[in-house]
């Protein structure tokens, strides 16, 4: 009877031991999260002039994100903001401020592990024109050939009456060979960079053909300032040595009397394969417009646009 109780008691202290091993409140601490590695290829641009839109390549690697955050700060401020993005890798970025540079970064998250942040991408909200804009023949008399961006209280196409307004223009007063670009090296005017209304066409610098393999400024994200050439940068565009299926873009900064510059981007579209569409004195170019109303503010100022000086306005001369 002895040896019985003995072994009655061993056994509830066994059942006891094992019942305290499988406690449930028990939870086992996995330990530190690992951090996913950093993103890349952070680029932006302007959706309206409160508006930027941000992409990024994901982070590679073993770790999946559980999301991604983005810091925002205005150039110079003390302060930033940090936005969720979820597990998206574009993004936009509201309630900003005409006229002002922002900066932004973005770092991936596994729960409470944060990488490293990606390079600082600078920016500027920038005016999107609700339309396309077609520009006409030299040979049209109905519609206008130009388009006037800055210095009219919107974009408008203009006729060459009002060519002096204008800050790009299609050329096409010489058979098969169809220009866009600066009015003033375009066969509107004479020599000394008059309209026939007598007054002086403006100074618009082009970028080199930024954007061969796009159709609308939508698909356009940068990293880089949108600079104009240092010296001879007024010039027409032959749209005939275009080649490929889309159309493209490219960047204007158009010089005020103070000798600051305002900057718009343009795409010309491709529609049927032709960027010239129409035919005759019905033939047209089509143009979508970003563009900045703020003085000496590109979209993006990665580049630091100290480096823009006065060696921008050199003397006109005829390419």
């Excluded at 932004?104 to 609700?130: C, E, H, L, M």
């Excluded at 209280?153 to 307004?165: F, N, W």
């Excluded at 569409?277 to 970003?290: L, N, P, R, W």
């Amino acid at each position: 009877m002895k040896h019985l109780l003995k072994l009655n008691i061993v056994v509830l202290a066994l059942t006891a031991l094992v019942m305290v091993g499988c406690n449930t409140n028990d939870v086992v601490d996995p330990g530190p999260k690992t951090a996913p590695n950093v993103p890349t290829d952070l680029m932006a641009k302007s959706i309206s002039e409160t508006k930027i839109g941000l992409k990024w390549t994901a982070s590679t690697g073993t770790v999946i994100p559980t999301g991604y955050k983005i810091i925002v700060r205005e150039k110079g401020a003390a302060s930033s903001q940090t936005l969720d993005a979820g597990t998206s890798t574009v993004t936009e970025i509201s309630s900003l401020t005409e006229g002002k540079i922002y900066e932004f970064s973005v770092y991936a998250v596994n729960d409470t592990a944060k990488s490293t942040a990606t390079g600082i991408v600078q920016w500027a909200p920038a005016r999107r024109a609700t339309s396309t804009f077609k520009l006409y023949s030299s040979n049209n008399s109905t519609n206008g050939s130009g388009l006037a961006i800055f210095g009219v209280t919107s974009p408008s196409v203009l006729k060459v009456s009002q060519g002096d307004l204008w800050d790009i223009c299609f050329d096409d007063k010489t058979a098969g060979d169809p220009l866009l670009g600066s009015p003033g090296q375009s066969r509107y005017v004479d020599g000394s960079y008059k309209f026939p209304n007598g007054k002086d066409a403006k100074v618009v610098y082009l970028s080199a053909l930024q954007y061969p393999t796009v159709n609308s400024i939508d698909e356009i994200y940068e990293t880089a300032a949108l600079m104009i050439p240092a010296s001879n940068g007024e010039k027409m565009l032959k749209l005939s040595t275009v080649t490929g299926t889309t159309g493209f873009g490219f960047v204007i900064g158009s010089k005020n009397s103070d000798n600051s510059v305002n900057f718009a981007k343009v795409v010309v579209k491709r529609v049927g394969g032709n960027l010239v569409q129409g035919t005759g004195a019905d033939s047209f170019v089509e143009c979508e417009v970003s563009y900045q109303t703020f003085k000496d503010v590109p979209y993006a100022l990665r580049a630091a646009f100290e480096n823009y000086n006065a060696s921008v306005h050199a003397p006109r001369g005829k390419f």
